[in-house]
Each structure stands twice: as structure tokens, then as C-alpha cells.
């Protein structure tokens, strides 16, 4: 395993198939919550170049361009799920700090942050 991501929000994404000699598309809906997988599987195909394989869920595999990677990383449709675990250990720290500071509009800024990430990290055992 090379890295493991989190969809921040569902969307849909065409993905190049390359499992026959016509060369075509699919569709591949990502649900906020999906745990992706990078894998070191990787494919080079002449003219359009290197696919990653990703497990979605440990169920699904796919391969996407390197490029679309990085492209929905930066726009953070994926997010390192090490970050999100983080972000929410350090907003429940600031919780704690708020509490015992007494102030009730950071405690309630650090709520909400903290609601979003709990979201995000229990979404995918719904689906």
C-alpha cells in the first residue's frame, strides 16, 4: 500500500478502460467516505501513460491517470485519510482548550470542524 485517501464529496469521474483493445470510458462514482487505496500496481499505455490501480473500499479496483491523481488530490476530492484523523485528534485538542478557557465561540468554531471530520470518517461504514 502506497497511500490511503478519503473522498471529502461524492462525485463522478470518467476513467480511460484499457481492458479491451477499443479503447473507451467508464464512470466511477466516488461517495464521500470511500477509503482509496493507492497501490504499486501501475500500467504505462503508449500516447496516454501511466495509470495507478486504486482499491475503493477493499472491494473495487480501478485504474486512474497519474494526472487525475494529482488533479483531485489538489482539489482535494481525496484526502489523505493520516490528514483527516489529524485535523480531528488537533480539533478535539482546541475543544478541550476552549472549554477550559471558557470561550463559547472558538468551542463552537471547533464543534463544527470536528462534526464534519467524525462525518467523514464513520460515512464509509454506511456504504
Do not use: P, W
Not at 499505455?45 to 494529482?70: K, P, R, S
Amino acid at each position: 500500500m502506497l497511500d490511503m485517501f478519503i473522498v471529502n464529496e461524492s462525485f463522478k469521474h470518467d476513467v480511460e478502460c484499457f481492458c479491451t483493445e477499443t479503447r473507451h470510458t467508464n464512470t466511477i462514482t466516488f461517495r464521500k467516505g470511500n477509503r482509496i487505496e493507492l497501490t504499486n500496481h501501475t500500467r504505462y499505455i503508449d500516447e496516454i501513460g501511466f495509470f495507478v490501480q486504486i482499491v475503493i473500499n477493499d472491494m473495487y479496483t480501478a485504474f486512474l491517470h497519474e494526472n487525475d491523481i494529482e488533479e483531485l488530490y489538489s482539489h482535494q476530492y481525496f484526502r489523505l485519510l493520516l490528514d483527516v484523523e489529524l485535523e480531528a485528534n488537533y480539533y478535539e485538542f482546541k475543544i478541550n482548550e476552549a472549554l477550559d478557557a471558557k470561550e463559547e465561540e472558538t468551542f463552537r468554531h471547533y464543534v463544527s470542524l470536528l462534526e464534519h471530520h467524525k462525518e467523514l470518517l464513520e460515512e464509509e461504514a454506511v456504504h
